[in-house]
């Protein structure tokens, strides 16, 4: 069959992985530069900085194997355990997202703007052509993926309308001079109001400089969304020197993720729609017998992994 995959993001690398695995032609589309989604990692000047994903854990031998995999690659390694491993990826978060996705068919810089069903086909309209594919799958955020089907989204489980999304921002500060973040390089307990997490990329393992990755809770992204960049750096600032002191700023730089978080889940790695050959897959998708309840990076693969297994039937 030919499939396409709407998002190279982890879900949509996973599943492309296993369906060409099964013998079938696969094309991703994304719209960034780059695959990985929140698999991202920023270069600033001679270091670099994960702004998305911080780290995994493991839970489900699904993913348990690939990663006895990866370290055996090099690709990724664990940070700390505490009481469980924490992994990060050798060079950075995205890093592990290029490696998973080398060799794939991946059309980048390629925005989608409508999906459609025509003659017995499913059309991928994007900012350059128009692509029609046997089966689809859509791994993007819901709101995105109700509006991209259009009148397809009709055919959805209404019930996931009910879903929605928590936006994140991420301060990446670069200090003068060596700071120390905890004992690991993260704190995230007993910070100030706003603060989720704290991460030092250098006593992380992945930048030769001292970058500092700050994220904020969901209830500060919401309330300051709207507000100038500047000013919203402005007081991250503020609140990362109750942790860093008075150490130097030398730069700083903002990243607003809208979804970055779903405030509810869904209890199955997948879903489809009703008439039509139109998978969706993400980490908003979790198994029913999910142990953490909560959206994160194997969530997002295993999600990937039973979607491309689902459309292989």
């Not at 007993?190 to 109001?193: A, F, K």
């Not at 991460?199 to 992380?204: D, P």
């Not at 693969?301 to 459309?311: N, Q, V």
């Given at each position: 069959m030919?499939?396409g995959?709407?998002?190279?993001?982890?879900?949509?690398i996973?599943a492309?992985?296993?369906?060409?695995?099964?013998?079938?032609?696969v094309e991703?589309?994304?719209k960034?530069?780059s695959?990985?989604?929140?698999l991202a990692?920023?270069?600033i000047g001679e270091?670099?900085?994960d702004?998305?994903?911080?780290?995994?854990?493991?839970r489900?031998?699904?993913?348990?194997?690939?990663?006895q995999?990866?370290?055996?690659?090099?690709?990724?390694?664990?940070?700390?355990?505490d009481?469980?491993?924490?992994?990060?990826?050798t060079?950075?978060?995205?890093?592990l997202?290029?490696?998973?996705?080398?060799g794939?068919?991946?059309?980048?810089?390629?925005?989608?703007?409508?999906?459609k069903?025509e003659?017995g086909m499913?059309?991928?309209?994007?900012?350059?052509?128009i692509?029609?594919y046997e089966?689809?799958?859509v791994t993007?955020p819901?709101?995105?993926?109700?509006?991209l089907l259009?009148?397809l989204?009709?055919?959805?489980?209404?019930?996931?309308r009910?879903?929605?999304?928590?936006?994140?921002?991420v301060?990446l500060?670069e200090f003068m001079?060596p700071i120390?973040?905890?004992?690991?390089g993260?704190?995230?307990q007993?910070?100030?109001?706003g603060l989720l997490?704290v991460?030092?990329?250098?006593?992380?393992g992945?930048?030769?400089t001292n970058l500092v990755?700050?994220?904020?809770?969901?209830?500060?992204s919401?309330s300051?969304?709207?507000r100038?960049?500047?000013?919203?750096?402005?007081e991250?600032?503020r609140l990362l020197?109750?942790?860093?002191g008075?150490?130097?700023?030398?730069?700083?730089q903002?990243?607003?993720?809208?979804?970055?978080?779903?405030r509810?889940?869904w209890?199955?790695?997948?879903?489809?729609?009703?008439q039509?050959?139109?998978f969706?897959?993400g980490?908003?998708?979790?198994?029913?017998?999910d142990?953490?309840?909560r959206?994160?990076?194997?969530?997002a693969?295993?999600?990937?992994?039973?979607?491309?297994?689902?459309?292989?039937?």
């Open positions: 030919k499939i995959i709407v998002g190279a993001g982890l879900s949509g996973i492309a992985r296993e369906l060409i695995e099964r013998g079938h032609a991703l589309i994304e960034s530069r695959v990985g989604g929140r990692t920023r270069r270091g670099k900085a702004h998305g994903a911080v780290y995994f854990t493991v489900g031998e699904d993913l348990k194997q690939d990663v995999a990866w370290m055996a690659n090099g690709w990724v390694t664990v940070w700390y355990a009481p469980y491993p924490r992994y990060v990826a060079g950075g978060m995205n890093h997202a290029k490696h998973l996705a080398e794939l068919p991946v059309h980048l810089n390629e925005q989608v703007e409508a999906i069903a003659n499913i059309s991928v309209h994007t900012n350059k052509t692509r029609h089966k689809l799958l993007t819901l709101p995105q993926t109700f509006e259009g009148q989204s009709q055919d959805m489980n209404q019930s996931l009910t879903l929605s999304y928590a936006p994140t921002f301060g500060f001079d120390k973040v905890g004992t690991e993260i704190i995230d007993h910070l100030e109001r997490k991460i030092n990329n250098r006593q992380k992945i930048s030769t990755s700050v994220y904020m809770d969901e209830a500060w919401e300051w969304y709207a100038s960049s500047e000013e919203t750096l402005q991250i600032e020197k109750t942790v860093t008075e150490a130097k700023i030398a730069s700083k903002l990243k607003r993720w809208r979804y970055a978080q779903a509810e889940v209890r199955a790695p997948y879903d489809r729609l009703k039509h050959p139109v969706l897959a980490d908003v998708f979790l198994e029913p017998d142990p953490s309840g959206t994160r990076f194997e969530s693969y295993i999600s990937g992994l039973r979607a491309a297994e689902a459309m292989d039937t």
